[in-house]
T-cell receptor
């Protein structure tokens, strides 16, 4: 299922570097999300977007920024990466017309900050 | 704030054993409940969901879950697990049936099925 794609799939970077993770979707959904997954902590919401002009902070937005370039594209940036941002990052989409806002996830980007 | 608890962090079973993974949530109003599965190296996939109606929900791959409102629970079950069920399982909840509510995840249960 390639409806939600993420690039890169793996990335190793150094402390202080700026990096961007990209997400694209072909599901035609308006809503898009960025999560990070850490062992024992589950998934935590970083940012979410209802459409190109509507972007909202999640529970752990500090140190991150996002850009919604188009309905289908939602990028996550780490302005100055630090080691505790090492995690698995997931993009997700949802259709507001669906009850409960069921979310569909991308394959994830494994980021390591040295 | 809404919270989701998965008390079993790691579960080890032999093939053909029965499985029950616990999930409890904190919100007392209308909820939408989900179980997601993450196979090794893969993304999250929806196993099943409950919005309303029959509290016993059947999902893919022989999984089912039962919503018990009085216990704020949505436990996942499978009568006979297979080695291929080795994965991490996440319970998740949204509140209400109108407007936007964030999806809140539990911390996950890692299941290992030995052949």
């Amino acid at each position: 299922d390639a409806d939600v794609t993420q690039t890169p799939r793996n990335r190793i970077t150094k402390t202080g570097k700026r990096i961007m993770l990209e997400c694209s979707q072909t599901k035609g959904h308006d809503r898009m999300y960025w999560y990070r997954q850490d062992p024992g902590l589950g998934l935590r919401l970083i940012y979410y977007s209802f459409d190109v002009k509507d972007i909202n902070k999640g529970e752990i937005s500090d140190g991150y920024s996002v850009s919604r370039q188009a309905q289908a594209k939602f990028s996550l940036s780490l302005e100055s990466a630090i080691p505790n941002q090492t995690a698995l990052y997931f993009c997700a989409t949802s259709d507001p017309g669906r009850r409960g806002d069921e979310q569909f996830f991308g394959p994830g980007t494994r980021l390591t900050v040295l | 704030a809404q919270s989701v608890s998965q008390h079993n962090h790691h579960v080890i079973l032999s093939e053909a054993a029965s499985l029950e993974l616990g999930c409890n949530y904190s919100y007392g109003g209308t909820v939408n409940l989900f179980w997601y599965v993450q196979y090794p190296g893969q993304h999250l996939q929806l196993l099943l969901k409950y919005f309303s109606g029959d509290p016993l929900v059947k999902g893919i791959k022989g999984f089912e879950a039962e919503f018990i409102k009085s216990k704020f629970s949505f436990n996942l079950r499978k009568p006979s697990v297979q080695w291929s069920d080795t994965a991490e399982y996440f319970c998740a909840v949204t509140q209400g049936n109108t407007g936007f509510q964030k999806l809140v995840f539990g911390t996950g249960t890692r299941l290992l099925v030995s052949p």
